[in-house]
Nanobody, 115 residues
Framework: QVQLVESGGGLVQAGGSLRLSCAAS????????MGWYRQAPGEQRELVAA???????KYADFVKGRFTISRDNAKNTVDLQMNSLKPEDTAVYYC?????????WGKGTLVTVSS
């Protein structure tokens, strides 16, 4: 079992920055790919960024150059630094991790970007 808890969401103006953090209940070095997803109202959940245990990263095209995912094994956290935010980035952001082939999800944190 893995519990994931997101924090750092909030209201920000377009062009601003936010840093999301995901805290895991167990050592994240034992968790396979961890990622951030988002879901806007009326939309499907979509991948934003992911990072493997080896440090490899993957980004959705719509965040490349603006968002950075990082993994801190000492703190058992996975962060998402979001810069140059746009109104279309408004969504609930979810942390996810794969542990023994099972996907775990946090409850999400709301990010609202005003124009």
């Amino acid at each position: 079992q893995v519990q994931l808890v997101e924090s750092g969401g909030g209201l920000v103006q377009a062009g601003g920055s936010l840093r999301l953090s995901c805290a895991a209940s167990r050592t994240i070095s034992s968790i396979d790919t961890m990622g951030w997803y988002r879901q806007a109202p009326g939309e499907q959940r979509e991948l934003v960024a992911a990072v493997t245990t080896g440090g490899g990263t993957k980004y959705a095209d719509f965040v490349k150059g603006r968002f950075t995912i990082s993994r801190d094994n000492a703190k058992n956290t996975v962060d998402l630094q979001m810069n140059s935010l746009k109104p279309e980035d408004t969504a609930v952001y979810y942390c996810s991790g794969t542990y023994y082939a099972r996907d775990y999800w946090g409850k999400g944190t709301l990010v609202t970007v005003s124009s």
